[in-house]
């Protein structure tokens, strides 16, 4: 878990650099929408590395996961000077390996604030002028780049230098992982052992302080010994505690190392001696208090907080006992923590600032607890306003992108001048689909009816263009109903979507009923392909229109179109070839304002029995057609003959009575 700090950082220097939008669609990306981030409040760990990876796929930069999370670890540096945290890294020591070597330290005084912080260990394992080995400990994994940044940025910051870093060594543990950095720097401030040696033997002539001064001064140390058995305790301790039971016990059985993250061994001890450590209490026995309503509260709380009391301080080996004294306090931050403990104030180390902490903890908890509270509650606040925010957007954007197409309205809101939107487009079918007999529907119903219905077929109509990547135009009065695929997304399979479309809607219309007479709907539709110009016009009510031949050409086939049937032109016919779809010849029309024009019935999709049985009855149709024709023409040539024969007798006649 982490806290909301590291994530707040992320948050302001992305919006800085590439802008709220982009943050929107990262949050978006990470399932996190309308999120707001608190500073003391607890996150999961993952949400770092998921937003490192929806930048990489929100930004178009060529960057990897390993490339973000070294940017956050950088951000992290520079946000929190905000907080007035700078201060505490400026004054962690002189020069930059006082601070690596102090970044452990650093960790604790922030517990404080952030009690809940599971901090990672460092550990300078060997230097030299020109830099130092690091390692690195932590519970969480994924996060080396994100470390790698926030040293960078501190030695930038704080130190004015530049730091080259390399990784050697890098394990994934059962617990987190360990790795460790090779710093390069110029590490100048850095003393020699020999050096060090010299300056030791300044403290070869004090005298050693007696054992009871020493426990007094430090009344809750342990001393152990090379086998890790407890040989002595401070005076504190052994009132706190049952003395005899942890004395002759294995510490590393009695207490669970937390703090550094590392083996519990006197080898490991040895070489940490720098370090905070950080032990917890296990299987324990504490001593009975005789006041019974710290009795009473000592055995409601015993195993949920006994257990889990920590001593925090330093392992500091002693060369006149051959052991190693941990030099500890119990870590308590306010009453409660002591009386849920069964600790006095008076069991706290005069020497230290224990009591001062605990008792400015207890007059200041109250105010920070309710300063939270307050803060949560706004943030609380805040996501439902951001929510209904995001709800009425949508809804907005949806009534925009009903009337405009998507990719136009997104060019619209950039501030882009509508007359940059018009287009020519090569290759684009148009459907014009009409309801069949509604002008008499409008004649004889009510002016209610008249709208339930029409509203009724369009709704459906409109649900079946979501199935389909097509662009409903408009909707006229008189019940034309103007589709268009391939504008203005150009596609390729315009023609395709656009015939599916039509099929779809003359069968909806089958189910649909004539609110005067109680009968079926019969939709009308024609289609045709070509080339049109797209743009938006208007700006009190901007519209995106269609203009060209191929609207008017299809409104022709439209209207040269029979009840149930879809007709095609020529050019669409051609576009549909070879696509699943079965078109058959109707003939050549002669169409209004176009000329003889070569046209098809759009019948079906290949291989469906309703397909089949449309072509069965065009050819029936086309037969009885053909029947009926040469009937007539049979008669009319009858006819004329008959006329021929009578012209020729009148004709003979007139020519004998002349003579």
Known sequence: MMYGLLLESIQHYIIEKYGRDHWNKILEHVQQKNIVFTTHQIYTDDLVKRIAKGCCHVFNEQKREDDYMLFFGQCFVKFFNHCGYDQIVRLQGRHFRDFLHGIDNLHEMMRYSYPRMVSPSFLVQSEDRYGCVLSYRSKRTGFKNYVAGQLAQCAKMFYDIDIELEILLEE?????????????????????????SVLNNFFDDIEYISNELFFKVFPFSIVFNKDMVVTMTGDRMSKWLDTNDLIGSYIDVRFKLRRPILEFTWESIITHQTVVFELQCANLTPRRHSIASIMTSFKENFLTSKHKLIFRGQMRYIPCWDAIAFLCNPLVGSLDDMRRVGLYINDLNLFDCSRDIVLNGWQYASQLEFSLEQQQDKSKLIEETMEKQEEWRNKSEALLYSMIPRTIAERLKRGEDPVKTCEMFDQVTILFSYIVDFTDICAEASAMQIVKCINAVFTCFDAVVDKYDVFKVETLGDAVYMVAGGVPDRNENH?????????????KAASLTDPVSGDNLQLRAGMHTGSVVGGIVGKRMP??????DTVNTASRMQSYSEPGRIHLSEPCHECLRGKGFTTVFRGTLNVKGKGEMNTYWLAGRDGEKRTKVICELLKTEKAKKMKTQYRIKTKSKAKTCAQKDKFQFLRRCSRKFLR
């Open 495 to 507: 023609a395709v979507n656009v015939a599916g479309l039509a099929i779809e809607l003359v069968e």
């Open 543 to 548: 519209q995106y229109c269609l203009f060209g």
């Open 172 to 196: 994934l543990l059962t617990t987190g992982c360990n790795v460790t950095f090779r710093i390069n720097f110029d590490n100048s401030a850095y003393c020699t052992p020999l050096q060090a």
